[in-house]
């Protein structure tokens, strides 16, 4: 069975940056598509970015686009979300996921709050 652990949320001030990261194990990594998800409080989880298993193709959610970047390490098993410039509006928790065989896995998020 596989697994997701998100880590690397934080209390950041507005403009600031994190890296989250999130490292899986119990499948061949190299062939996984890996997402990042956000649900702040009293809204749905919305996609956030894409990156894919073929050529590290990358796809993001317009309102991140430009300040988030997603990458992959192949040799840690790790997929991560590098966010700068961060407003109140990021504010959320974070999740990490993959589908294999069209099952979806999820990790159980971490916490970005952007607030001064």
């Known amino acids: 069975q596989g697994q997701l652990v998100e880590s690397g949320g934080a209390l950041v001030q507005p403009g600031g940056s994190l890296r989250l990261s999130c490292t899986v194990s119990?499948?061949?990594?190299?062939?996984?598509?890996l997402s990042w998800y956000r649900q702040a409080p009293g809204k749905e989880r919305e996609l956030v970015a894409i990156?894919?298993?073929?050529?590290?193709?990358?796809y993001y959610t317009s309102s991140v686009k430009g300040r988030f970047t997603i990458s992959r390490d192949n040799t840690k098993n790790t997929v991560y979300l590098q966010m700068n410039s961060l407003k109140p509006e990021d504010t959320a928790r974070y999740y990490c996921k993959t589908t294999r065989m069209g099952v979806p896995y999820w990790g159980q998020g971490t916490q970005v709050t952007v607030s001064s």
């Open positions: 990156i894919t298993s073929v050529d590290n193709s990358t």
């Open positions: 119990g499948f061949t990594f190299r062939m996984l598509p």
